[in-house]
């Protein structure tokens, strides 16, 4: 992002380190692997001839499995499947009885214990034809807590914690981060922090959509959200630099989505915005008018004016004029430049005695230690006589 570089810096580094983290606390890893013990047990690598025996074996079980499931028995089904991935992980069908695996729980009405099932699937098969389908059958259960986020009492009660649910779409733009599913995602991490108040945590979700997908239509709904949550914080609080970072937000958006539907709401935000600093202006003014400073309240009511048909327009300009017919000197002309008083010369002054004295060399007189040092100094060539004429 052009813009927001004083709020954004510090976000892209906390950005940074929260993708890491979370590539580190998401990232299939054994615990040996993580705490740095335990021994890895050894991966004997079947021959050709006996995978092609496994193949043969794992795809009866699997046909077995298939009408145990289409008959209704799902529990048997479910059980046969995970024989499969134990006895032959390293056949198709494993693959396909792990996907089954998730497909179950979504059908017994279990879609978390089915997202982490959809995981494994994702961990341990990334190139089988299944994945893609794997990655949407997620984001829907992710999706779906979202739509239907319920909250309870301290958590209790709830559909879901909201942590459970920013790990679920954290996860699934990890898995994929150039699928369809990944930018929706980290844009619903946003929404997510956004709805239990974590403005800075939603701000950070929102700046990595804008960042990594730009150009796309859910970069400039992010892009819009960031201007909204800025809006909405700057109206709570009295620092400037708030209401300088909601302008650039708006600014941003226009500069890049002008041509989106919501740049009519950015153009709307970006008029009330200049209304309240205008409005603000008016108030200081009319502050140090009340307190005798004339020269203050001149400039602010000058800033007022420079904005025709704003709110404040005719009374700054009636308050001006009313300064200036006390002391026209306290009203600056339009195009005239602030007077600056330059400093008098110092040869002008008194007590003006000349330059400094140039430092002498304070360094002590260097040992002679060769016959060159001794050797005494010619003297220079005498010049010719010039000859006189007669």
Do not use: W
């Amino acid at each position: 992002m052009a813009s927001l570089s004083i709020y954004f810096s510090r976000i892209r580094v906390v950005s940074c380190l929260l993708l890491s983290l979370s590539v580190m606390l998401l990232s299939p890893a054994p615990a040996e692997a993580i705490l740095g013990f335990g021994k890895k047990k050894k991966s004997i690598v079947p021959s050709e001839a006996e995978m092609v025996g496994q193949h043969s074996e794992a795809n009866q079980m699997y046909a077995e499995a298939q009408q145990l499931q289409n008959s209704g028995s799902d529990k048997k089904a479910r059980g046969l499947y995970k024989s499969i991935i134990k006895q032959f992980p390293l056949t198709t069908a494993a693959a396909h009885s792990q996907f089954q695996l998730g497909a179950l729980l979504e059908k017994a009405n279990k879609p978390k214990k089915a997202f982490e099932e959809y995981q494994e699937f994702i961990n341990a098969y990334k190139d089988n034809d299944l994945f893609k389908e794997a990655l949407k059958r997620q984001y829907h259960i992710a999706n779906y807590y979202l739509e239907n986020q319920k909250s309870g009492f301290l958590g209790f009660g709830a559909n879901i914690q909201p942590s459970k649910l920013i790990e679920f779409f954290t996860q699934i733009s990890i898995n994929a981060p150039y699928s369809q599913e990944a930018p929706k995602s980290l844009f619903n991490v946003g929404v997510v922090n956004s709805r239990t108040g974590k403005i800075d945590e939603s701000l950070l979700a929102y700046a990595s959509v804008v960042e990594r997908y730009p150009g796309t239509p859910i970069a400039a709904k992010a892009q819009y959200e960031i201007v909204q949550l800025l809006g909405s914080t700057g109206d709570k609080s009295y620092n400037p630099a708030n209401s300088r970072q909601h302008r650039e937000a708006a600014e941003d958006f226009l500069n890049q989505y002008g041509g989106d539907a919501l740049a009519s709401d950015v153009k709307a935000e970006l008029g009330k915005l200049e209304d309240k600093d205008l409005e603000k202006s008016f108030n200081i003014g009319r502050f140090y008018e009340k307190q005798g400073k004339y020269r203050s309240a001149a400039v602010y009511y000058q800033e007022v004016i420079a904005h025709p048909g704003s709110q404040h327009y005719d009374a700054a300009k009636a308050r001006l004029g009313n300064l200036a017919e006390h002391d026209p000197s306290i009203v600056r002309k339009t195009g005239t430049p602030r007077r600056v008083e330059t400093p008098p010369k110092l040869s002008k002054r008194k007590d003006y005695h000349g330059p400094p004295p140039p430092k002498l060399d304070s360094s002590s007189p260097r040992m002679r230690t060769s016959p060159a040092d001794v050797t005494p100094i010619s003297a220079p060539p005498a010049s010719p006589t010039p000859k006189t004429e007669n």
